[in-house]
């Protein structure tokens, strides 16, 4: 069964720091862009930060650059996301998925994980 499992999401004031992970199973990510989207109540899912599959390049939206930073372990085949500065508006769900051009590609990846909640408190 090929699974997306995100994790490491929980309350926070405003600047403070997270660090999410997003662990692949039944199928490597090795070969992959792989990227982080969030969704917040009421809004589209958006593109956050995108990884390219060596690691050697990243991507991120202009809400967040400077803040986060995207990282992965291809021997984990874990994605992870650092996120510093955090602001009320990160406030989300937050998912990762293959990366085509900031567009989520999953593929054979089947689906979306059930994300990892992130609040950012004032």
């Not at 699974?3 to 403070?16: I, K």
């Not at 599959?53 to 991120?60: E, I, M, N």
Request: aromatic share 10%; net charge positive.
């Amino acid at each position: 069964q090929v699974q997306l499992v995100e994790s490491g999401g929980g309350m926070v004031q405003a600047g403070g720091s997270l660090r999410l992970s997003c662990a692949a199973s039944g199928r490597t990510i090795l070969n992959y862009a792989m990227g982080w989207f969030r969704q917040a109540p009421g809004k589209e899912r958006e593109f956050v930060a995108a990884i390219s599959a060596s690691g050697g390049r990243t991507d991120f939206a202009d809400s967040v650059k400077g803040r986060f930073t995207i990282s992965r372990d291809n021997a984990k085949n874990t994605v992870y996301l650092q996120m510093n500065s955090l602001k009320p508006e990160d406030t989300a769900v937050y998912y990762c998925a293959p990366s085509i051009l900031r567009v989520a590609a999953l593929g054979d990846f089947g689906s979306w994980g059930q994300g990892t909640q992130v609040t950012v408190t004032t």
